[in-house]
């Protein structure tokens, strides 16, 4: 069984479903949030548009500690921006998957802030979590821009705005 190019498959379907979930995210309601708890809708998008860059770590690297590479969101101002770098996260993750072999998929992989571990993965559970996680946090913007009363692309079949099916 070739892993790699399963996961490769669904990397390719889920940036369909992706990028057509980003592209409708309006800059005027970047700042805006369902909850004070909640992120904003720019917060969210960025975040969704980096998570491609996380197979990159899983396949080349053996953890990340946020104690010496602290988190910076990408700045974003617009939807333009936010769909270029999306794209861009999207081929690094995209060419780093194709030319990983499956003998590292069992290998350990570490999040931690210094000594702090928040999680422990095999490099092939990681690469899993992160379309997981793609897939999460893509499902809370939905929820975002339906609050938004934007219209909603379908996932993995019509969503109640598409009237064609």
Same mark, same amino acid.
């Given at each position: 069984?070739? #892993? %790699?190019?399963? =996961? !490769?498959?669904?990397?390719?379907?889920?940036?369909?479903?992706?990028?057509?979930?980003?592209?409708?995210?309006?800059?005027?309601? =970047?700042?805006?949030?369902?909850?004070?708890?909640?992120?904003?809708?720019?917060?969210?998008?960025?975040?969704?548009?980096?998570?491609?860059?996380? #197979? /990159?770590?899983?396949? /080349? /690297?053996? *953890?990340?500690?946020?104690?010496?590479?602290?988190?910076?969101?990408?700045? !974003?101002?617009?939807?333009? *921006?936010?769909?270029?770098?999306?794209?861009?996260?999207? *081929?690094?993750?995209?060419?780093?998957?194709? /030319?990983?072999?499956?003998?590292?998929?069992?290998?350990?992989?570490? !999040?931690?802030?210094?000594?702090? %571990?928040?999680?422990?993965?095999?490099?092939?559970?990681?690469?899993?979590?992160?379309?997981?996680? %793609? #897939?999460?946090?893509?499902?809370? !913007?939905?929820?975002?821009?339906?609050?938004?009363? #934007?219209?909603?692309?379908?996932?993995?079949?019509?969503?109640?705005?598409?009237?064609?099916?």
């Amino acid at each position: 069984m070739d #892993i %790699i190019k399963m =996961f !490769l498959e669904e990397f390719e379907q889920e940036a369909q479903t992706t990028r057509k979930m980003l592209a409708i995210v309006p800059t005027e309601k =970047f700042d805006w949030q369902p909850h004070p708890k909640s992120m904003t809708v720019k917060a969210l998008a960025s975040h969704i548009a980096e998570l491609p860059t996380w #197979i /990159t770590y899983a396949v /080349t /690297t053996d *953890e990340l500690d946020f104690g010496t590479e602290p988190y910076t969101p990408k700045e !974003l101002k617009t939807n333009t *921006e936010l769909m270029a770098f999306f794209e861009t996260s999207l *081929e690094d993750g995209r060419s780093h998957l194709a /030319t990983a072999k499956e003998e590292i998929l069992p290998e350990p992989w570490v !999040l931690r802030n210094g000594e702090q %571990i928040y999680s422990t993965f095999t490099k092939g559970s990681l690469i899993r979590h992160t379309l997981s996680q %793609i #897939i999460h946090h893509r499902a809370q !913007l939905g929820v975002f821009l339906r609050l938004l009363d #934007i219209p909603i692309p379908g996932s993995y079949g019509p969503s109640a705005d598409d009237t064609n099916f």
